[in-house]
């Protein structure tokens, strides 16, 4: 099946200043069902948000699939995870 969704996240910085290079992956049983990047500017003390909207996950299947997220500043990486529930 090809399940179509949105995919959000915030992050903040401090003193970093910049582009931030975001990544947005989707996996499922190991098999990449979505992938996209994307950079902005950053400058400090800001609060940001991320935003994936029509992301297709290809030759998805019900059941839990893992969302991964990296956000890199300069040179520092902060990644997270979650799952999701496609029915």
């Known amino acids: 099946m090809n399940a179509t969704g949105e995919i959000f996240w915030t992050f903040t910085t401090t003193t970093a ?12 049983s190991k098999k990449t069902i979505f992938t996209d990047s994307f950079t902005f500017a950053v400058t400090p003390n800001g609060t940001y948000y991320a935003y994936v909207f029509d992301a297709k996950l290809s030759c998805a299947h019900t059941g839990t699939a893992l969302v ?3 956000t890199t500043v300069g040179a520092v990486a902060i990644t997270g995870k979650t799952t999701l529930q496609i029915q």
């Open 68 to 70: 991964t997220v990296t």
């Open 17 to 28: 200043t910049g582009t931030a290079d975001l990544k947005v992956t989707v996996t499922q």
